[in-house]
């Protein structure tokens, strides 16, 4: 069943995309083309099969701890801010992705 024009028009309303009369009919037909793409797929016989969603199975966190590990050297604060643009205290100063009302970051 194809996507209607007002399904599309929900959609780019949802993502916060304006779109004219024209690129809407045009996004449309570019959505639908783009959901026949897929029909080969959903041809599959998936009766009984469990969805996966880490090729891993169960692993779920890769990363580290964030503590720190006394048998690695650290490095000095002082070393790693000596090539900032631009420091405070112990941190790094960087622009505001905020504007205005963010304040001094």
């Keep these: 069943m194809p ?3 007002e ?3 929900g959609i780019a309303d949802y993502a916060r995309i304006a779109l004219t009369d024209a690129e809407l009919d045009e996004m449309t037909t570019y959505m639908n083309e783009a959901v026949e ?4 797929i959903r041809q599959y016989d998936l009766e009984g099969v469990e969805p996966t969603f880490h090729p891993i199975g169960d692993l779920s966190n890769v990363m580290g701890a ?3 590990d006394a048998t690695v050297r650290a490095l000095p604060v ?3 801010l000596s ?3 631009s420091s405070r205290d112990r941190s790094f100063r960087v622009p505001s992705i905020l504007g205005d009302q963010g304040g001094d970051r």
């Design 3 to 5: 996507l209607t024009r």
């Design 7 to 9: 399904e599309v028009a």
């Design 37 to 40: 793409l897929l029909d080969p």
């Design 66 to 68: 964030d503590v720190p």
């Design 78 to 80: 002082d070393v790693a």
């Design 83 to 85: 090539n900032a643009g």
